[in-house]
């Protein structure tokens, strides 16, 4: 079962999903030991590679890590000027020197992460590529989601909001698909995709959303940044018809679903402030869960050894382009 | 003097290739017939089985010179061309400087004379570089020979300014090629829009994208009495489109069709790979199937490579930051043998047609033809060898294929230009 990276959800197994949530639920019960760290990853080096900002999903990884024993190093990342694949090559040129043994990946281009799993020897885990998965995350939000259900198969979500941007809604809905619990969408026309998967259903009403007896509803964060057009009019607009109102609090509670949502929240867009304190709020339990989660997959992933002895992929790169000038 | 014995024979006329004799004395086609008597001195090529056939001509190419000799010149350009059994080409206008002035267009021209062996023509831009705004120097350009205008990859947005250049322009015999793209749809990645693209999780770019300007550059040319011609057709609408108004037949249009639409989908993409990030992008097997029919039926008047060479260290980026584009001349020939001819989904009819004569009629110059009297301008090709395209077979200066390393039927042995043999396998 040994991989080298963890780059998507699309890809894994089922049996492999069940040992990561396993494995999440050991590591989980040493956390309220007086000594948290295991000597698991001792004299290995996980490297931060972060290209969009995320204190939560960094400091996650980076707690996961350092409860494994493993040295982590930040690589400064400009986040105004590297954003091009081509100073990517050139950092993955340097991370080869640096000989780390895994790296942990953010970055808004979708696909990126498999560029550098393909081009070095280290253990990639995909922390978020563009639109394209989340691969932790969706492991995250099924652990949490076992907790309260340990048998999720029938079980019914239903994701809210920006569907065709999120890459939360790709890798969790592939993942939950794969356990057995069925996923619906809810959100704008403009924003839930008429060619996404044909398994998924589509709603683009509340009501009728609802109509469909979701078990828990997961709100997806209304991503602005990622729009270069206007998806809909306003977020008070988004609030009133897809967001999570008093009014419909007060139902989800009567009904006594659960509430999920990867963070962090647009308080007053995606929910109401009296969501934070309903009581089947998972979402902290979701930021809890992500470092037991974390510590899995990085136990679990298998460095590719020493890195081979070759030129660099650059000079390499030049050296082909050149030996076939006339 | 050259005698190929036993040559069979191709012509757009025909679907039946006819086994003969080939003379060819002083780049001239002298004498074709069963058992030619060998002239003293002549050189005898056994050419048993394998197709003669007129050269092909491509009339979308980019050369990138001058500005990105780096990914291509005239030179590797042309050779490659010559590798995959064409006598003549065009360039797109899209380098730097744009082509956009006479003097430009005089530089290349001039370039084109001293570094290659085939024919190099060019377009000219219909605005200065490019931009949309103001015309081009639309008859400096056709005092040196320029009969196709294009903005290229830059669709002209704004259709009063292309309208005005269409009347403009028809007025000196010059005629328009469009790259159909609404760039507000399109947005800045090369991948249809669909199911692919949001697994990938990038934005698409929608067929209709392409459509919209495709029906609005032909109703502009209709208003303006001009010929427009649509390049490199990607969709199944797109086709449709332009096979209702040439039913209609009361505006000049032509179309073209490139091989990897024919060829690919944007499953192909899989795992992002640079290779197959195009534009127009590579669409569905509903939109390949379609563009099949179009060209069988004549939709399409000529098959161009809209031949677009990048360098490997641009292409190894990330699919979202990799440039836009494929190369197609090493390897049109033998990939339409291959999958369409050798198969009996078209004959040697259509290649001929297609992809020699049609494009030479688009342009106004002469279609060669493998008949006495005739300039010998022709493509000697073997159906039963192979190709493999290895780096080193290809003369293109960048290999952004995925042809590269694959191999495949047919083979392109010998071609002729005149008193030229131009390439001999
Ligand atoms: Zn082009």
Known sequence: MARKDLLDIASLHREEIEFLLDQSTSFKKLFTRSVKKIPALEGKSVLMLFYEASTRTHSSFEVAAKRLSAEVTNFDVDHSSITKGESVRETIETLQAMRTDYIVVRHGHSGLPGMIARQTTASVINAGDGAHEHPTQALLDAFTIKEKFPDPRGKKVLIIGDILHSRVARSTSTLLQKLGVEVAYLGPGSLVPKYGPTTIPRFTDYQAAMAWKPDIVYLLRVQMERQDVQFFPNVREYHRVYGITNARLAEIRDRGLYIMHPGPVNRGVELCDAVMDYERSLITNQVENGISIRMAVLDWLTPGGEFPKQESYIARQQASSTAILP | ?425
């Open chain 2, 1 to 425: 003097m050259l005698l190929l014995q036993n040559a069979r024979i191709a012509s757009e006329n025909s679907p039946v290739l006819v086994e003969s004799d080939v003379l060819i004395v002083e780049g001239k086609i002298q004498d074709i017939g069963k058992s030619l008597t060998i002239p003293e001195g002549a050189r005898v090529i056994d050419a048993r089985g394998r197709v003669l056939m007129p050269a092909m001509f491509d009339a979308h190419v980019h050369f990138r010179a001058p500005g990105f000799e780096n990914k291509e010149t005239i030179t590797t350009g042309s050779e490659a061309a010559i590798n995959g059994g064409i006598t003549g080409v065009v360039m797109m206008p899209n380098t730097r400087p744009a082509l956009d002035s006479a003097t430009s267009v005089a530089t290349v021209l001039d370039n084109a004379k001293r570094k290659a062996r085939i024919p190099v023509y060019t377009s000219g831009c219909v605005t200065k570089d490019r931009q949309g705004k103001e015309l081009a120097e639309i008859e400096g350009m056709r005092t040196l020979g320029v009969k196709m205008l294009t903005d290229d990859g830059d669709t002209t947005s704004d259709p009063a300014v292309l309208l005005r250049a269409m009347q403009y322009a028809t007025e000196f015999g010059m005629f328009f090629a469009s790259h159909c793209e609404v760039p507000e749809l399109a947005g800045p990645r090369a991948l249809n829009e669909g199911v692919m693209s949001y697994r990938l999780g990038i934005k698409g770019s929608p067929a209709c994208a392409e459509e919209i300007i495709i029906d609005r550059d032909i109703r502009l040319a209709r208003a303006a009495g001009a010929h427009v011609h649509i390049q490199h057709v990607s969709s199944k609408l797109g086709m449709e489109t332009i096979r209702w108004w040439k039913s209609r037949g009361d505006v000049k249009v032509t179309a073209e069709v490139a091989p990897h639409h024919l060829l690919f989908t944007d499953e192909h993409i899989g795992d992002y790979d640079t290779n197959y990030k195009m534009n127009p992008p590579l669409r569905t097997q509903a939109d390949c199937d379609a563009l099949l029919e179009g060209l069988i039926e004549g939709v399409f008047d000529l098959i161009a490579t809209d031949h677009a060479p990048h360098t490997p260290f641009e292409k190894a980026q990330d699919f979202i930051s990799a440039p836009n584009g494929i190369t197609g001349l090493d390897t049109a020939l033998v990939s339409l043998y291959h999958f369409f001819v050798e198969p009996g989904k078209f004959g040697w009819d259509l290649v001929v047609k297609r992809y020699s004569a049609e494009p030479r009629r688009l342009m106004g110059l002469p279609v060669p033809t493998i008949e006495v009297g005739q300039q010998a301008e022709c493509v000697l090709f073997d159906t039963d060898a192979e190709t493999t395209f290895t780096r080193e077979f290809m003369k293109s200066k960048s290999q952004n294929t995925p042809f590269i390393d694959q191999t495949l039927k047919g083979r392109v042995d010998l071609v002729i230009l005149g008193t030229e043999i131009l390439l001999e396998r």
